[in-house]
């Protein structure tokens, strides 16, 4: 997959949800915001596939130790952290 600054500006995450809305994303879209950037060779979509692949779905990723994470390539630190914020805050939403 080419890197997302290479797609057409319609079918990039952000460009997307600037133009229609956050619910217009894709789960793997809304993730690959989240984690950023990929790495060499691997766009943060791809990035983001692997991690759907792995847990299922956004409700499988939901609750995860940290570590579990890194089992994907290229998820290291700063990105388990942004994911699990997203998360902790969507649980705050809807759970209190």
Do not use: C, V, W
């Amino acid at each position: 997959m080419p890197k997302i600054k290479d797609l057409p500006e319609e079918q990039r995450p952000r460009e997307k949800l600037l133009k229609f809305g956050p619910e217009s994303l894709s789960d793997k879209e809304l993730l690959a915001i989240l984690i950023g950037h990929g790495l060499k060779g691997k766009s943060a979509i791809e990035m983001a596939e692997d991690l759907l692949k792995e847990y299922k779905n956004l409700k499988g990723l939901a609750g995860r130790r940290l570590d579990e994470f890194m089992k994907i390539k290229g998820i290291k630190e700063a990105k388990i952290i942004k994911i699990a914020a997203a998360f902790e805050m969507a649980k705050r939403i809807y759970f209190t």
